[in-house]
């Protein structure tokens, strides 16, 4: 007889989660994995043998997050499938970054990976309900334009980078909790 007795493992078996139960996943795993094959069928759809130049590199990804509701939600990023003026598809030489938005109580977060530029290279624009960001060198290319979940104050902004990572930080706006108003 080992360390453990021989129900051990059955009780072990049983008691076993699925990976996915974090995530809250089962439910809507079909629904995530159908959402993604469209998002590469419409990618990919109509493209021919010369859709790229060569010499350069496409990426195209998806990041699933669990949004505030508890539900999953799955973001693109990377290089886009553009028409030329002719409607002829082709991939874009312009990405768009992977980017995360955090909502505190106080700010909101905004975060990009743009890897292979300098801070000098970034325009970063901010109004009250919206943040571009935007990069254009001979080497790389970004663009992306986030709505903001919350009216922010522009003027607050701070912003780092380091390591290919842009972080944003806004303060939002009062939320106004409205007036009371007595009933007579």
């Known amino acids: 007889m080992g360390f453990f007795d021989d129900d051990y493992h059955e009780r072990r078996k049983k008691t076993r989660r699925n990976p996915f139960d974090f995530f809250n996943l089962d439910d809507d795993f079909d629904r995530i994995f159908k959402e993604m094959e469209s998002i590469f069928n419409r990618v990919f759809s109509n493209l021919d043998q010369d859709w790229m130049k060569p010499g350069s590199s496409f990426i195209h990804g998806f990041h699933i997050h669990i949004g505030p509701d508890g539900k999953p939600r799955i973001t693109e990023f990377g290089n886009r499938a553009v028409k030329t003026q002719d409607g002829l598809p082709v991939i874009s030489d312009e990405r768009e970054p992977l980017t995360e938005i955090i909502e505190g109580d106080e700010e909101i ?60 930080i806004m303060k939002r706006k009062e939320k106004s909790e409205g007036q009371k108003v007595n009933i007579e």
Request: positive net charge; hydrophobic residues 30%.
């Open 109 to 168: 977060t905004v975060t990009a990976e743009i890897p292979g530029v300098n801070k000098e290279d970034i325009d970063l624009r901010v109004t009250n309900r919206n943040l571009e960001i935007k990069v254009d060198t001979s080497q790389r290319k970004y663009h992306k334009k986030l709505d903001l979940p919350c009216d922010v104050i522009p003027n607050t902004t701070k912003a780092t980078y380091k390591n290919g990572v842009l972080d944003v």
